[in-house]
T-cell receptor, first 113, second 115 residues
Framework: DAGVTQSPTHLIKTRGQHVTLRCSPI?????VSWYQQVLGQGPQFIFQ???????GRGNFPDRFSARQFPNYSSELNVNALLLGDSALYLC????????????FGQGTRLTVV | AQKVTQAQTEISVVEKEDVTLDCVYE???????LFWYKQPPSGELVFLIR??????QNEISGRYSWNFQKSTSSFNFTITASQVVDSAVYFC????????????FGQGTELSVKP
């Protein structure tokens, strides 16, 4: 079975631009979460979506937004990119109920120049 | 507030040594979950274990074992007879039941196992 897949794997953007990251969860999983991992730190929670509704939001500015589609895949959008947005963006999927183990994708490495 | 502390930033051992990674957590919730993940250089977080707050039994899986002590708010991870393939960054994480699946991660411990 396919695991969590994320695209693209690497991305270079210029300050001020917009970026869209994509995630496909494990088949049967209805919950998708997004995390930002800055180099040398642990992942920080950005969003959680379950059944296409936002169920949690971390302490990130409104420049960050996300959505979940009917097939449970998800997009993370970041507007007006800053140098500080450079990080590894991780997507995790899990099956209900909450607090079951989350399975992570390989991440998208975003570099803002 | 919830917090996870992994005080050991880096650990270096020689192959076949035993090594323990420490994890201390803070939460006011009575029901919560604790996790350990492994992150190899490829970047993907690999799930190792989940433990709920009502289950303080220690767990062993092959060369891996976990010691959960609510009295000291610790959830330590021991690798017995370490191998070079164990080299990675290890994260401890906390999830409260009232916050769905949101994981709060520690800073991670980078383990280097040398031949």
């Amino acid at each position: 079975d396919a695991g969590v897949t994320q695209s693209p794997t690497h991305l270079i953007k210029t300050r001020g631009q917009h970026v869209t990251l994509r995630c496909s969860p494990i088949s049967g999983h209805k919950s998708v979460s997004w995390y930002q991992q800055v180099l040398g730190q642990g992942p920080q929670f950005i969003f959680q979506y379950y059944e296409k509704e936002e169920r949690g939001r971390g302490n990130f500015p409104d420049r960050f937004s996300a959505r979940q589609f009917p097939n449970y895949s998800s997009e993370l959008n970041v507007n007006a990119l800053l140098l500080g947005d450079s990080a590894l963006y991780l997507c995790a999927s899990s099956s209900p109920p909450p607090n079951t183990e989350a399975f992570f994708g390989q991440g998208t490495r975003l570099t803002v120049v | 507030a919830q917090k996870v502390t992994q005080a050991q930033t880096e650990i270096s051992v020689v192959e076949k040594e035993d090594v323990t990674l420490d994890c201390v957590y803070e939460t006011r919730d009575t029901t919560y979950y604790l996790f350990w993940y492994k992150q190899p250089p490829s970047g993907e977080l690999v799930f190792l274990i989940r433990r709920n707050s009502f289950d303080e039994q220690n767990e062993i899986s092959g060369r891996y074992s976990w010691n959960f002590q609510k009295s000291t708010s610790s959830f330590n991870f021991t690798i017995t007879a370490s191998q070079v393939v164990d080299s990675a960054v290890y994260f401890c994480a906390l999830s409260a039941t009232n916050q769905g699946g949101k994981l709060i991660f520690g800073q991670g411990t980078e383990l280097s196992v040398k031949p």
